[in-house]
């Protein structure tokens, strides 16, 4: 049974930037693409930014350009860093499959809150 355990999230304000780490129980990452999502109050869960197993990456519009996703193989670890937020980034943060028709039991997720 895999585990995803998603950390890093704060309270930041508009502009500010932070790294959101999601580290897997066992190694993954090269079986499928890994995706960050996130959802809001009120809002279904959305995908914003997607590694595939080849490393290639693609982010929402709303994301692209202020959002990088990346991993770490050896740490069984995907990273999110988010510059220049947003106040409409404001969310709970998950990590989990890509690109699947199933997927990993839902972690905990983290959540990030941008507010001056």
């Known amino acids: 049974q895999v585990q995803l355990v998603e950390s890093g999230g704060d309270l930041v304000e508009p502009g500010g930037s932070l790294r959101l780490p999601c580290a897997a129980s066992?190694?993954?990452?090269?079986?499928?693409?890994m995706g960050w999502y996130r959802q809001a109050p009120g809002k279904q869960r959305e995908l914003v930014a997607v590694?595939?197993?080849?490393?290639?990456?693609n982010y929402a519009d709303s994301v692209k350009g202020r959002f990088t996703i990346s991993r770490d193989d050896a740490k069984n670890t995907v990273y999110l860093r988010m510059n220049n937020l947003k106040p409409e980034d404001t969310a709970v943060y998950y990590c989990?499959?890509?690109?699947?028709?199933?997927?990993?039991?839902w972690g905990q997720g983290t959540q990030v809150t941008v507010s001056s």
């Open positions: 989990n499959k890509a690109y699947s028709n199933s997927y990993y039991d």
């Open positions: 066992i190694p993954i990452f090269r079986l499928s693409a």
């Open positions: 590694i595939t197993s080849s490393g290639s990456t």
